[in-house]
């Protein structure tokens, strides 16, 4: 159900879903923006003043990076070697950010067209230590839609 207006909402988890599968144990998000040029148009107004003029300009690609507890699925693994090995046309997908709220319903689609991973890191491996292990996936793309 589509939040009101005025509310808010806390996210409450968040998924991962490219080529129709979802990975639903995103524990973090960052990075995620939508940005362009600014172009600025410097002129005299006809009464001879500077004025600066402010122009929307190109569309700029983003990264986003989501973090996940470490587990067998290797996914991650898969698709960053289609990329480090130069296998563009398979690396390169449509897929989304999903929020959802706390009763697991999506409320938010960030769209990532033809994104593909930059990178992948391993959380640190300590020997004894009690956190949980985690993986980072950077990826790139071109543009962003909002659904």
């Known amino acids: 159900m589509p939040l009101p ?3 808010s909402t806390v996210g409450a988890s968040f998924g991962l879903e490219f080529d129709s599968v979802v990975i639903k144990q995103i524990t973090e998000v960052s990075g995620l923006k939508m940005e362009q040029d600014v172009i600025e148009l410097k002129q ?8 600066i003029k402010k122009l929307p300009g190109r569309p700029k690609a983003g990264e986003v990076t ?10 991650f693994e898969r698709w960053i070697k289609d990329s480090r090995f ?11 950010v999903i929020v959802y709220d706390h009763e697991g319903v999506p409320i938010k689609r960030y769209k ?8 992948l890191e ?20 071109e543009s962003m839609e909002v659904d």
């Open 66 to 75: 989501v973090t996940r507890g470490l587990t067998e699925d290797n996914s």
């Open 86 to 96: 130069g296998r563009m046309p398979m690396a390169r997908r449509n897929g989304a």
């Open 112 to 119: 990532l067209i033809n994104a593909w991973p930059k990178s």
């Open 44 to 51: 005299n107004t006809a009464d001879g003043r500077y004025a």
């Open 5 to 7: 207006d005025l509310d």
């Open 122 to 141: 391993i959380g640190t491996l300590k020997a004894g230590d009690t956190s949980v292990l985690t993986e980072k996936l950077a990826i790139t793309y």
